[in-house]
């Protein structure tokens, strides 16, 4: 065997080692599910717990938020903005949750399960956990306490979401229910509803700076709780 077979045949066997050597070390690694104390105990992950609860705020006005299907094919019919008198439908056989809407026909059994009132609510529920738990975040009290201002104003924003849809609903308060609890189902009347959200958004408002630049244009501002 010449010099050259030889260096190659070092080549080969080196490259096996490496190969079986990353394998090896891959297989070790373990991953686990994040939990509230592991994602409030790392400020990045406090960070996007709170653009998470951003993800809806547009979910009640989008355009593909109704729609219907014909000849293999999805038809949009827009958000709640086409629940109005004014709106020009779209001629379809079915009955949309938007004309129902416009009807004053909604109800229990034919409003969509997974439509506002469940993303609400989820989001409401996440701004309380925020709340509640960011206290214990390693994050600068200033961030920390303007944080709490965006948590405020997103949950003041999903209750005007639900109350553009029905009227008064429960307040919920701070509250962080769990499976098994008793929560409160009793609706509110449509002015404390109202009263709460002001209230609410002109606490925020307190802590909130009236501009965003650069990457966090978008998130709610002191403006943005007057509006």
Known sequence: ???????????LIVGMWLFSSCTANLEQVETTDLDRESVFADSAYTAR???????????????????????GMAIEHGGLQTACDE?????VSDVTNDVMFATGTINP?????????????VNIRRANVFMKYVEGSPITENVKKQYK??????????????????????LIGDNIY?????????????ADCVKYIVDECNLAALDL???FRGI?????????CKD
């Open 209 to 211: 700076p009236d501009k």
């Open 49 to 71: 717990f709170l653009s998470q609860i951003y993800t809806d705020v547009g979910y009640d006005v989008k355009p593909n938020r109704f729609k219907t299907e014909a000849f």
């Open 149 to 170: 201002a965006e948590a405020r104003f997103l949950r003041a924003w999903y209750y005007s979401m639900l109350l553009r849809h029905y009227g008064g609903v429960p």
């Open 87 to 91: 709106a020009a439908y779209k001629v």
């Open 216 to 224: 966090n244009t978008g998130r709610a501002t002191a403006g943005s």
């Open 109 to 121: 059994v034919n409003a969509k399960e997974d439509d506002v009132w469940k993303i609400a609510y």
């Open 178 to 190: 769990e499976v098994d609890d008793d929560m409160k189902t009793s609706r509110d009347t449509y």
């Open 1 to 11: 065997m010449n010099m050259k077979n030889l260096f190659y045949w070092y080549l």
